[in-house]
């Protein structure tokens, strides 16, 4: 076996590192902000995390259904920016404008319409002490504000995307780390009313996240609109929203797989977290505590994801079709390899990180196993990232809809239901068992990325 087959030369990761550091960075500094908001929320009381953490999982819906909209045109967007096309570029950013705006003002008629039906499916007191009422109550003041940052975290999102299809990763960066540091300050600020302020508690971390949000999109659409010289593309671009009909149909042929996976995938694990709830509150703050800081950790095998989706599209747009191949299997081992040392500090910090928060020792006990869970399938969960974005990025979008969504609600989705509500089994062997599902999904991945099924040039054929 080669070594030059798997493992790239100093100017490929470079090259790699180049793209995906500053993703690293930015989704590095969100989830560590988001981190310290949920630790700032946790030291106030168990009730007020479980409530934020419950809409949450609500908002987590909506962002990876947006990210899904995006992701339709995105396929288009990096291809045609490897094409050199332009205005074939510019077309797929209307789509994207007039589909997540969409998207956006359904989300806030469901959650303003139904948001306590909704928070109410995670809020299971077994010990009838009458926590589920008061969790609630600052689920809905938290949900209330954070509908308001909506709007401008659509446009911040529209923006990034676009910017990475291009290769440029800085400017997102830039803004989100003025985003997260405009969090962190007003976070503290606001939830324990500090220099004067009052002390808001849940209102208090929804609206610093709705102001860290205006900033974001603001500091990276003027960033945009003053280097038109340099992103060609953005001149004119409000002039009209027309999309040409046979672009925004190809983008919907697709682009709708993959929208509908997004959406159904975080909608199944929106419920696989509400199975897991059924075993009671103290569950949702110890899964709560258990996902903060594994998505710190994550955030290598989703820059890595995203870094194939950017460094593959463009190949594939520009007809290297072998070297698109070979690039993509020397990014699969680097990701997955990186993992396995990051899965191990997971592990270390499992055994200290739930004793900071202010909640039963019951609860720490319990995200510490939740934890090590996690830490251990991480190395699985980065192959199966970088499989879903090999495959995306040559637009087998309907192909993606069985491996991602259509597996959790084929599979997990149905385990978890049954033994959370008809089996004797508690809430760790249950965890433990639907995560394990994922390992026949790498199987799959494995044998579609070997036979090479992603490999296609989606603007060539559009041009011919």
């Keep these: 076996m080669r070594k030059e087959k798997y493992i790239g030369d100093r100017k490929f990761y470079a090259m790699v590192l180049a793209i995906a550091v500053p993703i690293m960075i930015q989704n590095g500094i969100t989830n560590f902000v988001a981190m310290l908001d949920n630790i700032m929320i946790g030291r106030v009381g168990t009730e007020q995390m479980s409530g934020v953490a419950v809409v949450n999982q609500l908002m987590f819906v909506v962002n990876v259904s947006m990210f899904g909209m995006l992701s339709g045109a995105g396929i288009f967007g990096a291809q045609y920016y490897g094409s050199k096309n332009i205005e074939g570029f510019r077309s797929t950013f209307r789509f994207k404008i007039l589909s997540c705006a969409l998207l956006t003002l359904v989300s806030i ?48 999102q529209i923006y990034a995307s676009t910017l990475r299809e291009m290769g440029e990763t800085m400017a997102p960066m830039r803004a989100g780390v003025a985003a997260v540091v405009t969090n962190t300050v007003l976070n503290y600020i606001l939830i324990f009313g500090k220099f ?72 199944g694990m929106a419920m696989l977290s509400q199975c897991y709830s059924m075993y009671g509150l103290e569950v949702v703050a110890a899964q709560n505590i258990s996902s903060t800081i594994s998505n710190v950790c994550n955030v290598i095998w ?36 990186s993992c396995f040392v990051i899965g191990a500090v997971l592990i270390g910090l499992a055994f200290v990180f739930p004793r900071i928060y202010n909640t039963s020792d019951a609860v720490r006990s319990l995200a510490t196993r939740l934890i090590i869970v996690a830490a251990c399938m991480m190395p699985f969960q980065a192959f199966l990232h970088a499989a879903y974005f090999t495959i995306r990025s ?43 599902l994922d390992l026949i999904k790498c199987v799959i991945g494995f044998i579609l990325v070997k036979k090479g099924v992603w490999i296609q040039n989606l603007v060539a054929e559009q041009e011919s």
């Design 302 to 337: 989703l820059a890595m994801g995203n870094a194939i989706a950017i460094i593959i599209g463009q190949l594939l747009g520009a007809g290297k079709m072998e070297e698109a191949k070979d690039t993509d299997r020397k990014l699969i081992v680097f990701s997955v390899s």
């Design 196 to 267: 004067g302020a009052p002390r808001l508690g849940v209102e208090g971390a929804a609206i610093a996240t709705v102001v860290s949000r205006f900033v974001e999109a603001g500091a990276i659409i003027i960033w945009t609109h003053r280097r038109a010289e340099q992103f060609s593309f953005i001149r004119g671009i409000y002039r009209t929203l027309r999309v040409p009909w046979a672009l925004a149909r190809r983008i919907l042929v697709k682009g709708s797989p993959l929208m509908a996976n997004e959406i159904l995938w975080a909608i």
């Design 394 to 436: 040559g637009g087998k979008t309907v192909i993606t809809f069985f491996f991602d969504g259509g597996f959790v609600w084929m599979c997990t989705l149905p385990v978890a239901y049954l033994l959370s509500r008809h089996s004797s089994l508690t809430i760790l062997p249950t965890f433990i068992l639907c995560q394990s």
């Design 109 to 156: 008629a469901v959650l303003v319409g139904n948001g306590e039906a909704l928070i109410s499916l995670y809020l299971h007191d077994n010990s009838g002490s009458g926590m589920d009422a008061v969790t609630l109550e600052y689920g809905m003041r938290y949900l209330r504000i954070m509908l308001i940052g909506l709007v401008p975290y659509t446009f911040a």
